[in-house]
């Protein structure tokens, strides 16, 4: 058994208002330098067997249709 991870992330020219909520925190509760935070989501898909080629595109069609909405977010693969 195999295990891979999705990282969806909004895209940078979409408004993140939870990262800044928690930015906005952070300041308050005296964490310094913080410059900015975006909020993401992390999946981990675990596969039977290797994690080869069809089974990291099978996820990635996976991630596209079911885990991310393309239009606002990015995703990225890795095997974990």
Do not use: W, Y
């Not at 295990?3 to 939870?18: A, G, H, N, S, Y």
């Not at 300041?27 to 069809?54: M, N, T």
Request: glycine content about 8%; aromatic content about 4%; charged content about 30%.
């Amino acid at each position: 058994m195999a295990r891979v991870v999705v990282d969806v992330m909004l895209k940078p020219e979409i408004l993140d208002p939870q990262g800044q909520a928690i930015a906005g925190a952070c300041e308050r509760l005296g964490f310094s330098g913080i410059r900015g935070i975006r909020q993401g989501k992390r999946f981990e898909v675990e596969v039977e067997g290797e994690a080869d080629e069809a089974k990291l595109e099978e996820v990635r069609r996976m991630a596209e249709t079911l885990l991310a909405n393309p239009v606002i977010e990015d995703f990225s693969l890795h095997v974990d």
